[in-house]
């Protein structure tokens, strides 16, 4: 591993190891059972809806079914300059996807600027607990992020059934061939611009309840099996990783639900 200007650069076979990657894992992923739902299906880049760049949250172990779920999408993914991450930050790449390398704690100023200007022609992907934790601990990053480029936030809940764990600080969950797999994207959230810290950790504070919770509902969703409100099934469009939206035509599409969302049983309508 090369280090220039500290940041790490990647060898030939973390290279290879993304390339191999970005076509192994989104073929496993159409073999498992994934289903989605959204507050606001606007939001999604990969649907023919989307029409808004927002800043997505979701927690550090659920990477495995996120990158493969939005590659060749105009997504931007905040990375870590951690050496360890290095598969994750190579994948993305060989997925067409785009990185900025920082967090929080390192390259913090310099990937703030990168991420503004990818958020005019892209939306940006966080993991607010990495890369190092406490799990499901949110960071203010994100937070002040949002306020700073006026961009909402979208927390993901997720869950993977029967997941097998890895010994890691985040409990990295990776699909088995019989799991079932749940996304839920949450309601967009606003940051008032100039918020003052304590308006920030408030809101910090919420954003992680949310996504908790919605993680609990993608576990119940996905351990019964059921079908639930408004649910997707599994689709991957490949488009242009750049779309610059005109702010002044932008509109937003009311959300589906308002709310929580609800499993369907048995009998029932799911349209």
Wanted: net charge positive; charged share 25%; glycine share 8%.
């Amino acid at each position: 591993m090369n280090i220039v200007s500290g940041i790490p650069v990647a060898t030939r076979q973390q290279k290879l190891l993304g390339k191999v990657n970005s076509v192994v894992l989104p073929g496993l992923l159409d073999l498992l059972d994934l289903r989605i739902c959204h507050y606001d299906r606007s939001v999604d880049p990969a649907r023919a809806e989307y029409n808004q760049h927002v800043i997505f949250s979701f927690w550090h172990e659920y990477i495995s079914v996120i990158l493969p779920r939005w590659g060749y999408t105009p997504l931007t993914i905040l990375c870590s300059q951690h050496r360890d991450g290095e598969w994750v930050n190579q994948t993305a790449l060989a997925l067409g996807l785009r990185i900025v390398r920082g967090s929080t704690s390192r390259g913090g100023s310099s990937a703030i600027r990168q991420l503004k200007r990818n958020s005019k022609t892209s939306s940006l992907t966080l993991t607010p607990d990495g890369p190092r934790g406490p799990r499901r601990e949110m960071a203010l990053g994100p937070i002040y992020l949002a306020s700073l480029l006026g961009m909402p936030i979208v927390p993901l809940g997720i869950s993977i059934s029967n997941a097998y764990r890895l010994n890691t600080w985040d409990k990295f969950a990776l699909p088995r061939p019989t799991s079932r797999i749940r996304i839920i994207f949450g309601p967009k959230i606003h940051i008032p611009r100039k918020s003052t810290r304590d308006e920030l950790e408030a809101a910090r504070s919420g954003v992680q309840r949310l996504m908790n919770d919605l993680c609990d509902t993608a576990d119940a969703w996905a351990e019964s099996g059921e079908r639930m409100l408004g649910e997707q099934p599994f689709r991957r469009a490949r488009r242009t990783n750049s779309i610059l939206f005109d702010s002044a035509d932008a509109t937003t599409v009311e959300a589906q639900s308002k709310g929580t969302f609800r499993l369907i049983g048995a009998g029932e309508d799911a349209a």
